[in-house]
């Protein structure tokens, strides 16, 4: 028996994971890692085993891998801790002999230049030098990120954004965690993947599809970076989250979100969900 563990199990791409996981493996090979386990009681109710483990607390890692062979690290949301909660996880990895890891990057991580990519980077560095047999699973930004307020959007007739043409290779969550278990399943290691969405697409094309959908016309309206974080701002985001979705929409424009890799169709073993089916299931609600 193999035994397969998800950390940040409690994630939105995390219970996808498990969600994919179960259309492949027995539930009692299966464990989700979680600071609550009690929030995952229904995948518990289903026979997955469901253990403590904080990426803060190294003595939880120790007790949470006893036994796992292959692991999917879930790379944590604390901007700014990630390289040694990560590096807590990979010591705790190799103590408990885990055969296989898999860790959540960032699309092109070590040329990228996107703020969030430095922690990603770092990452992969320690598990360059962790003894541990891994792959990297580099992620583009989700399909859903751009999807989430298009009531307005559609009100107001305009997108905005500051990617100008750039083209962006989103994919849906379902589909990384497709991918993801691919890898976990099947995968020997020592890769590298990016996982980008099958189609690229403009802001501008999104706004159209948006506008076809909804019947009514949506525009893109392209920005300078400091005005589309000001539009952030006055759509009520903290400065701070502002300003760091405005450089990442800036740095779309030069290729910073794209990739033409196919690995991730190729590892989930089905086409990527185009960005219009999933404007259709937002606007479906
Ligand atoms: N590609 C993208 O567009 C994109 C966007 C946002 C984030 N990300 C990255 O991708 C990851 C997964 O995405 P997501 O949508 O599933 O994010 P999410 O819903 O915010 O899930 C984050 C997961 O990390 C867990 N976590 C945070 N700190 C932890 C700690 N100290 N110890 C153990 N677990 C911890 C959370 O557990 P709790 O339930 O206990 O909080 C949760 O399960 C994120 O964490 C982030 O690194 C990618």
Known sequence: MTTYAVTGATGKLGRLVLDELL???????????????????AYAQKGIQVRAADYDDPASLDAALKGVNRLLLISGNAVGQRERQHGNVMAAAKKAGVSYLAYTSVLNAQDSKLKLAAEHALTEKLLEGSGLNFDVLRMPWYSENYVGALGPSIEHGAIYGAAGDGRLSTASRADLAAGAVGALIGSPGGKTYELAGDQAWTMAEFAAEVGRQADKPVAYVNQSEADYAKTLEGAGLPPPVATLLASTSYLAGFGELYSESKDLSTLSGKPTTPISETIAAALKG
């Open 23 to 41: 259309l492949k493996a027995n539930p009692r090979e299966i464990v989700a890692l979680a600071r609550d386990p009690a929030a995952l009681s």
